[in-house]
């Protein structure tokens, strides 16, 4: 008999100076209950390395980007980083090892063959100065330390010309990002970047006011293609985009294109409600973390991909919608409340994103239970609609893949 084995990881992005995502630290959970029930540090990293191939491949799961995996002093022992590629991860060192002979010298065979190697949660003890030597990156938890030790390790570094980098860890507000920008921390993590700050008195721009008209065209029941054609002509940047999306789809073959109107009608309703949302939602988002449009992306995919269950079937218009405009608040630097208000979403998707109720609201939640950690249970959703952790595990994976290839 064959055995199934559910794996669930939560992820999230790690951003350089400039909000440009370099990599995502993956987490093991064993549930969709996204926190990791088992005692033992041990098991939770060998769970990561040994279900690595049920994952499938890492570029899916991060997007062709770096792989910060934790690791603990047994899987050190062992040589387990040698498993992956050295391209592919970033080994982090967690907190919790004991330095020995053994260990460094382990990790100075992983830096010779090429391994990026993290010190993570670096409390600035002596004991980790053996270390140093084979260290690229230093984590550093700002809530666990103080702004002057930060500060105090930034000058130390750029004084002996040393290679290791800092990654402040729990950055939760623009106030924190700024502060450790102004003195060129090298990468950033933390719930900010997902859900930016919102600010007072922010407007929504012209150009932005013509994009969300773009993508509420799109998603009328009946769509006008001589409007769409409208509304994209207005800016140079829609056209590049959409003519480039369309020449780029596999149902156009060969066929050449010659205006805007006959790419958007030889895509035909589905497609272009899709491919127009990505592209207004890409152009809304340049101003704001890249991984905010991404994770839109991959929230509507996912969210689309679970309707296809008989149970969600009358939602499959507006789920990958709903996913999509989950961040538009973030984006817009509005607050959600204000956003709805604004524009006109149906009421469910409203419910949905000011509200947090609804069959909406309940896909976007488990869509959400992916990226990052939390303890919300959603074992009563699974039971309620008889859906298995495994075809949700697949949604997630093939929503990732998706998103790949979009990039």
């Known amino acids: 008999m064959e055995i199934v084995l559910n794996t669930f990881i939560a992820r999230q992005a790690i951003l350089d100076i400039n909000l440009k995502t370099i990599g995502y630290e993956l987490l093991f959970r064993d549930s969709l209950d996204n926190v990791f029930n088992e005692s033992s540090l041990e098991k939770a990293t060998s769970k990561v390395i040994l279900q690595n191939h049920i994952l499938g491949n890492l570029a899916d799961v991060c997007f062709g980007k770096l792989a910060f995996i934790n690791f603990d002093e ?66 550093v938890d700002i809530e666990q330390v103080t702004y002057a030790q930060i500060e105090g390790l930034k000058k130390r570094l750029l004084s002996t010309n040393s290679h290791i980098k800092i990654i402040a860890e729990r950055i939760e507000t623009n106030k924190q990002y700024q502060q450790f920008k102004a003195i060129a921390i090298d990468y950033y993590q933390g719930y900010f970047f997902h859900k930016p700050e919102i600010k007072s008195g922010t407007c929504v721009s012209p150009l932005k006011i013509n994009l969300i008209q773009l993508f509420l065209e799109a998603h009328k029941p009946h769509l006008d293609f001589n409007q769409l054609t409208v509304i994209i002509s207005r800016d140079v940047t829609l056209v590049s985009g959409i003519l480039k999306l369309v020449n780029s789809a596999a149902e156009c073959g060969n066929i050449e294109i010659t205006s805007i ?121 699974v039971d309620r609609n008889k859906i298995s952790e495994a075809r949700l595990l697949n949604c997630y994976n093939e929503a990732l893949k998706w998103g790949v290839n979009i990039f």
């Not at 982090?92 to 010190?119: M, P």
């Open 74 to 139: 047994f899987t050190l022992l062992q040589n387990s980083p040698l498993l992956f590629n050295p391209k592919d991860i970033v080994v982090e060192i967690i907190e919790t090892v004991n330095i020995s002979d053994k260990l460094v010298f382990n990790l100075a065979q992983l830096y010779k063959k090429g391994y990026v190697i993290a010190l993570d949660d670096y409390d600035f003890a002596s004991k980790w100065e053996v270390l140093f030597p084979y260290i690229s990156i230093i984590k």
């Open 261 to 381: 109107k006959q790419a958007i009608t030889y895509l035909g309703t589905n497609k272009i409600k899709q491919y127009v949302a990505i592209i207004s939602m890409s152009a809304l988002s340049s101003e704001s973390s890249p991984e905010l449009f991404i994770e839109s992306l991959v929230r509507a995919k996912m969210m689309e991909l679970i309707t296809e269950e008989k149970s969600f079937s009358h939602l499959k218009e507006k789920a990958f919608l709903t996913g999509i405009l989950s961040n538009l608040d973030a984006i817009l630097n509005l607050p959600m409340a204000d956003v709805v208000k604004s524009f006109l979403f149906s009421s469910d998707i409203k419910l949905a994103l000011s509200e947090q109720q609804g069959e909406l609201s309940e896909l976007l939640t488990l869509a959400k239970h992916y990226e990052v950690s939390t303890s919300k249970n959603v074992t009563r959703f």
